[in-house]
Nanobody, 130 residues
Framework: QVQLAESGGGLVQAGDSLRISCTLS????????MAWFRQAPGKEHEFVAA????????AYGDSVQGRFTISRDHSANTLYLQMNNLRPEDTATYFC???????????????????????WGRGTQVTVSS
C-alpha cells in the first residue's frame, strides 16, 4: 500500500512564494511517476505539474507555467512544488498523486491525465489573498 501526505500549505499574499511537499510512504521500493493537481471550491480538479520517475519528463499546466517548479528528492521519497508569484486564482486544495512507473515499448503515458494516478493524498490548502 502507498500513502501520500502533503504539507506546507497556508495563507499567503499575492506575489509571495510557497513550497509544498508530499511524502510517499509504504511501498517505497517501487518507481512512481508523481504529480500535483488542485481543486478550487466549486471547480473540477486541475492539473498543475508532473514529474516522471527518471526526471526525463516534466509537464506543467498552462496557468502555472513559468511560476511553479516541480521537483523530487528520491532519497527522502518526497515531491515538492515551489510556487512563485502566487495569485488569488491559485487558491485551492493541492493534491499529490502517484502512479507506478512502467517502462515498456509502448508510448509513455500522458502525465497530466488525472485518471492515470491510483494513489492520492488528502490535500493541503493554499490560500492567496489579494
Amino acid at each position: 500500500q502507498v500513502q501520500l501526505a502533503e504539507s506546507g500549505g497556508g495563507l499567503v499574499q499575492a506575489g509571495d512564494s510557497l513550497r509544498i511537499s508530499c511524502t510517499l510512504s509504504g511501498r517505497t521500493n517501487r518507481a512512481y511517476h508523481m504529480a500535483w493537481f488542485r481543486q478550487a471550491p466549486g471547480k473540477e480538479h486541475e492539473f498543475v505539474a508532473a514529474l516522471s520517475w527518471g526526471g526525463d519528463r516534466i509537464a506543467y499546466g498552462d496557468s502555472v507555467q513559468g511560476r511553479f517548479t516541480i521537483s523530487r528528492d528520491h532519497s527522502a521519497n518526497t515531491l515538492y512544488l515551489q510556487m512563485n508569484n502566487l495569485r488569488p486564482e491559485d487558491t485551492a486544495t493541492y493534491f499529490c498523486a502517484a502512479t507506478v512507473a512502467i517502462y515498456s515499448n509502448e508510448p509513455p503515458p500522458d502525465l497530466s491525465t488525472r485518471n492515470l494516478y491510483e494513489f492520492w493524498g488528502r490535500g493541503t490548502q493554499v490560500t492567496v489573498s489579494s
